[in-house]
Each structure stands twice: as C-alpha cells, then as structure tokens.
C-alpha cells in the first residue's frame, strides 16, 4: 500500500480537506488516527488497536444476480465471518495485550491472529498528527473537547 504525504497545508498550517484525501485509502487513514490516539493517550491506561478481517464471505452482494455464481469462490478466497472477527475479539478479550497499545492484528485464513507490520508511511509520527490536527479543525474540535486529561 502506498501513501501519498499530506503535501498541500491551508494557511494555518492544517491539511486541507483535498491532500487528506492524498492519503488514498480509508484503511490508511484508520492507521494513521489508531497510532496517533495511542501516542496521545500514554500513560493513560487505555489501549488502542488496529485491527483488519481481511477478505471475508459475509452476504453483503446478496442482492447482486451473481451473487449465488461465485458462492463456490468466496468459500474457497475468503474468511468465514468469525475468524473476521478474531482480530477484534482477541484484542478486547487477550489478558497478554495487557499494558500493550498502539499494534495492528489481522488473522490468517485459518483464524491464526497475529501482530501486523503496517506499511512505513503509516507509522508515520508526522504524517500521523497532521491528519489529525486536520480532522479536529473540520470538526471545529480540539482535544480539549475529547480527550480525557486534556
């Protein structure tokens, strides 16, 4: 996956609306806020997790007429729904995560959940807090008004 940099910054030095957009998927952009909420709450005793299920056979095309002609397909290619899931229930539930924040899990096809190395320009400190800074300005927010311990 690769991440195009906030390049273009409004006068108050906040990513516009247009360059987030740059950073070219929403899955990049879920990274970049679950490593910056992590690097924001330290020491606060709450963890922060990403995680992905991968590709996984759920009924969503249902309503699509070729939905039924590729069955055969997604059960081979995909995950069923509960090992989707794993990633998300090992982290809110594994006793060996305790004290740990700031990680990305995903599954094997097999259910297997393990630690994910995400791209380089997702970990990304600087990155990171722009894309930050610019959801709080859309927003009109600060962390002032979310944070605990602000």
């Not at 906040?14 to 806020?33: C, D, G, I, K, M």
């Not at 991968?54 to 249902?62: A, D, I, K, S």
């Not at 995560?97 to 970990?123: C, D, I, M, P």
């Amino acid at each position: 996956m690769v991440s195009t940099p906030i390049k273009s910054l409004s006068d108050s030095g906040v990513p516009t609306v247009r360059s987030v957009w740059n950073l070219q998927t929403e899955l990049q952009a879920n990274l970049h806020f679950t490593y910056e909420l992590s690097r924001r709450l330290t020491g606060q005793q709450i963890a922060v997790f990403g995680v992905t299920p991968g590709m996984v056979n759920t009924q969503l095309g249902r309503f699509n007429w070729w939905y039924g002609l590729v069955a055969p397909l997604r059960a081979l290619l995909l995950r069923s729904p509960a090992i989707g899931a794993a990633p998300s229930v090992h982290c809110a539930t594994s006793i060996d995560l305790e004290g740990v924040t700031g990680k990305y899990f995903g599954a094997s096809k097999h259910g297997l959940v393990q630690e994910v190395v995400s791209s380089t320009a997702s970990r990304n400190q600087t990155l990171n807090k722009q894309l930050w800074e610019c959801s709080n300005s859309l927003l009109g927010k600060t962390d002032a008004d979310w944070m605990p311990g602000s």
